[in-house]
């Protein structure tokens, strides 16, 4: 590679590398309005889409409403319109970010170490994520839509992370083409299936998470450790999990009896101690592992995410379920990701140093 080329790609990687951090901050405030506006009922804030009552903002609509132009099935709660709308500008925003690095890494695939079918992966994604949105609103917060909407925004976000720890400037030190495993090195096989099946059972305990708060079954359980007041509580299962129910129904307050919400929630409960098991063992079989010696941070952030939203859930239970903690709740779960996404990454991409493969 010429010094010009090389000049050329060092600058491009460091604009993606750029545009990847901004993408990260901006997902995460677009997950944390998410959730804000899930928690203080605004998901039918504006009961069309892409606009409001056909109308770019909330002030188009609040005129029409002046005017008795909206329908009295659907009155207009202007502070609820103003939340869902600003969600959906940030979240339009994060698009057309995403299409801009899209655009970046295939117009100078040759300069850069990202593969386009990545970069495709991450359109493709938002894109999807997009649509969810729409039939969130179309379908009226439809319990598998909202909680799909909830996991392929938090992918978005995963993605963005793994690109932006991947991402280094050719030339500068640890070039992302000179980040590899040594296959032959058996130090960091079990730390490797140890954090992927960290990822999975995290995944599922997010989709978890985002059932209970679908269908309103965050309170089904106000008191801890106990729910109810017992170890056990009268709890149906078979109707707690049943994905599929007529879109035309409003979802809006939830629809299922409060045993079917006590079984969500306990499960969810559970969750959280399989998670916590799994993501220790992650975090500690790195720790303990000289050779991975850099990743050492991402596994104490691991640690440190864990305590923190498990400080955060037991908490909202505790002080009643306040709005902030609620809102913070998922936050937790959002930084819990982006920790276990950071371990993976490292214990993936780690090259161990000359002194531990013998170089």
Not at 28 to 40: D, K, N, Q, S
Request: aromatic share 8%.
């Amino acid at each position: 590679m010429s010094f010009t080329a090389q000049s050329d790609a060092i600058r491009i990687t460091l604009w993606l590398r750029r545009l990847a951090l901004v993408g990260v901050l901006l997902g995460f405030g677009v997950v944390m309005l998410g959730a804000y506006v899930r928690l203080t009922a605004a998901g039918l804030g504006c009961p069309d889409w892409p606009g409001c009552y056909g109308h770019v903002t909330p002030l188009g609509a609040a005129h029409s409403a002046a005017l008795g132009n909206i329908p009295s099935a659907t009155p207009l709660d202007l502070g609820k319109a103003w939340r869902e709308m600003i969600h959906r500008y940030a979240a339009t925003t994060l698009g057309l970010l995403i299409v801009l690095i899209t655009a970046l890494v295939i117009a100078a695939r040759a300069e850069v170490t990202v593969r386009t079918r990545y970069v495709a992966v991450l359109l493709g994604t938002v894109v999807l994520q997009g649509a969810l949105g729409m039939l969130t609103v179309t379908w009226q917060l439809k319990p598998l839509i909202v909680t799909l909407h909830l996991l392929f925004g938090l992918t978005t976000l995963a993605l963005l992370w793994w690109l932006w720890l991947s991402l280094r400037a050719p030339g500068a030190g640890n070039s992302a083409e000179r980040v590899r495993i040594l296959p032959g090195a058996p130090h960091g096989k079990r730390q490797r299936l140890l954090a992927g099946l960290a990822l999975g059972v995290l995944v599922v305990q997010i989709a978890l998470g985002g059932w209970t708060s679908s269908n309103y079954a965050a309170i089904a359980c106000p008191d801890f450790p106990t729910c109810q007041g017992s170890w056990w509580p009268p709890m149906d299962f078979g109707d707690a999990f049943v994905l599929w129910r007529a879109p035309s129904i409003n979802y809006e307050g939830g629809v299922l009896a409060n045993s079917a919400r006590v079984a969500i929630h306990f499960t969810h409960r559970m969750g959280a101690l399989a998670v916590t098991a799994v993501l220790l063992a992650a975090a500690l079989a790195v720790l303990r592992e000289r050779a991975l010696r850099p990743q050492h941070l991402a596994a104490a952030a691991v640690i440190a995410a864990l305590a923190l939203q498990l400080t955060i859930g037991v908490s909202m239970v505790v002080r009643g379920f306040p709005l902030w903690l609620a809102t913070a709740h998922n936050g937790g779960a959002a930084l819990t990701l982006l920790a276990v996404v950071a371990l993976l990454h490292g214990v993936y991409r780690a090259t161990p140093s000359a002194a531990d493969a013998g170089i």
